[in-house]
């Protein structure tokens, strides 16, 4: 893609020095135009270079877990992405067999690369277990990265707007909750004004049910005021395992 782009850039210079090739007085002209041109090409060069992720070869190698490649009776390795998230030895060889194994189990989401690993994440045997669960724990973990720079600034983007200059107190829990249910909301093609949240959960707001394994965990502690001694305080965790109650249907 990359040369294709500076291709494209200079294309019209290029085309411009071998027009006039046909006078032989222009040669000196044409040499100058040709090394300006290799200049510039030199600077698009470098200015992609900077536009390029450090992990471009990370990136690269995740092309192994489409669906059309790693279904393929001879594929590439898959110990090289494998190292970047797991150095224990007996996982790394249970992933290499698993990887090269795989053609041999019959999919039915050949097509999608996600809906291929959450199958091949769900799948089970005559035994009840899953003889692919190493490497679709890799598979997933790997594809779940953000692939460009952009999902980047738009997640960031998102975390001014709502961590903004009023609300800069705000705790990294509330914050990391309300990003993702913004985010679990467009994955869902819905909105928080059209959302139905479940009637348990909606029985559990404003009440002490909510937190009661909280209480019940927490040891009591003597009260000087004349607050009762059920008072739920309020803890970033209480935030974070409410949200993973929630289920976004």
């Not at 992405?81 to 067999?97: R, Y």
């Not at 738009?154 to 509330?174: A, G, H, I, P, Q």
């Amino acid at each position: 893609m990359g040369s294709e782009t500076l291709e494209s850039l200079v294309n019209g210079r290029l085309m411009s020095g071998e027009a006039s090739g046909s006078d032989p007085g222009n040669c000196f002209v044409r040499q100058r135009g040709y090394r300006d041109n290799t200049f510039e090409r030199v600077e698009l060069i470098k200015q992609l270079r900077q536009r390029l992720p450090d992990n471009i070869r990370v990136l690269q190698s995740i092309s192994f877990l489409s669906a059309d490649e790693c279904l393929k009776p001879i594929k590439s390795d898959i110990l090289g992405l494998a190292h970047l998230f797991t150095e224990d030895s007996s996982t790394l060889t249970k992933i290499d067999f698993q990887w090269k194994k795989l053609h041999h189990t019959i999919w039915t989401e050949t097509s999608n690369t996600l809906k291929l690993w959450s199958e091949v994440a769900n799948y089970r045997d005559a035994t009840d277990e899953n003889p692919y669960h190493d490497l679709a724990e890799i598979a997933l973990a790997a594809l779940s990265l953000p692939h460009s720079n952009a999902d980047v600034e738009r997640t960031f983007s998102n975390m001014n707007f709502v961590k903004s200059k009023l609300r800069n107190k705000m705790k990294l829990s509330t914050l990391k909750a309300i990003l993702t249910i913004k985010y679990g909301l467009k994955r869902q093609n819905t909105c928080c004004a059209s959302y139905e949240l479940p009637s348990d959960i909606l029985r559990k707001i404003g009440t002490v049910e909510a937190y009661s394994y909280k209480i019940s965990a927490r040891e009591p502690e003597p009260s000087t005021s004349h607050a009762s001694s059920s008072t739920v305080v309020h803890t970033a965790d209480d935030y974070e395992e409410d949200w993973d109650a929630i289920t976004i249907e």
